[in-house]
């Protein structure tokens, strides 16, 4: 059974530590995105810095009838976020990459995801429902990065 992949890019004119904020905070996604309501489980091993969305950080995202948690596996300050899939979905080693990269002022976004699916032959049906979710986690986080820089 061979693994799904799910690859999506934009370019924000934000820059990448602007980008990198609001990727990082979890709290924000359902404001910019189709996820619904987010809640920390658990919080990373630098919780007492106070910044979100720390690494090892467990977190819950309720969708319709889809229930996730997720784990941050990864954490390179305005270059990379990376996190993995704990439980919600019929999927064996889920995880997401999230990287950054100056790009003429702005930012490149790329979101490369890859799975297994735990059901022979529903592989492609959750890459195609999870390819416009991760797409339009990228598109909203441009846009927001966006707007994040221009009120500062």
């Not at 941050?72 to 999230?98: F, H, K, P, T």
């Not at 990269?101 to 490149?108: I, L, S, V, W």
Request: charge should be neutral; glycine fraction near 10%.
């Amino acid at each position: 059974m061979p693994s799904q992949h799910i690859r999506a890019s934009a370019t924000s004119s934000a820059d990448p530590a602007t980008v990198f904020s609001v990727l990082r905070d979890g709290s924000t996604w359902p404001t910019f995105s189709s996820l619904g309501a987010y809640e920390l489980i658990t919080p990373g091993c630098g919780a007492q810095t106070g910044q979100p969305d720390e690494l090892g950080e467990v977190r819950y995202f309720h969708t319709g009838r889809y229930h996730v948690r997720e784990q941050i596996v990864e954490l390179v300050q305005d270059r990379r976020l990376s996190y993995v899939l704990l439980e919600g979905l019929a999927l064996r080693d889920y995880r997401a990459d999230i990287d950054l990269e100056p790009a003429g002022g702005g930012t490149r976004i790329s979101w490369h995801s890859s799975f297994d699916p735990k059901v022979i032959g529903t592989g492609w049906l959750y890459r195609r429902q999870l390819t416009g979710t991760v797409r339009g986690l990228v598109d909203g986080l441009a846009r927001r990065a966006e707007e994040v820089a221009a009120s500062r």
